[in-house]
């Protein structure tokens, strides 16, 4: 086993109070759980490039908008991620999921009930935070 980081373009899709999310098939590393689209980022790809790709690979939408929010590193027992983790606050089509994978859409309140991937808490606390300070703001 290597201990080489697997990069990750993660994409926090947002409209309105709600997040996307998709179903990680059950053969995959942390299957069965929510998570956030997104993927492997390629050799020669920028962040926001491997975004774009995977995005529109695995729920068909093309990014219009999108921010850098954080960056988290995680050590699962059988490997080590590096999530790069954007906010997609605009794209264009209607999400679907394209690998077969089922979607929903989630209150930004009720993602902390959501089964996420090990990793996935900070990030959580993160968007839930963000939005709080929003609203007050508004
Ligand atoms: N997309 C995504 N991956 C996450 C999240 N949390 C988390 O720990 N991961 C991990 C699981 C995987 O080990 C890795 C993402 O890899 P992936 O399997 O989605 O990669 P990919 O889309 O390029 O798929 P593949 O072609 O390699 O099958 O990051 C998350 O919220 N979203
Ligand atoms: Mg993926």
Redesign the pocket.
């Known amino acids: 086993m290597t201990n080489k980081v697997?990069h990750?373009a993660?994409g926090v899709i947002v409209r309105g109070e709600q997040i996307l999310l998709a179903l990680?098939g059950s053969k995959?590393?942390?299957g069965g759980k929510w998570?956030?689209?997104?993927?492997?980022v390629e050799s020669g790809e920028t962040v926001p490039q491997a975004l774009a790709r995977?995005l529109l690979?695995?729920v068909a939408i093309e990014v219009t908008q999108s921010s850098a929010f954080m960056q988290l590193e995680?050590a699962?027992p059988e490997?080590t991620?590096l999530?790069d983790i954007y906010l997609v606050s605009a794209f264009n089509g209607e999400p679907h999921g394209r690998e077969g994978q089922p979607l929903r859409w989630v209150d930004v309140n009720a993602l902390d009930s959501i089964e996420?991937?090990?990793?996935?808490q900070p990030?959580v606390e993160r968007i839930q935070q963000y939005f709080a300070t929003q609203t007050i703001n508004d």
Do not use: S, T, W
């Open positions: 697997v990750v993660v990680r995959q590393h942390q998570e956030f689209p997104g993927g492997k995977e690979e695995e995680y699962y490997k991620v999530l996420f991937p090990d990793a996935n990030i």
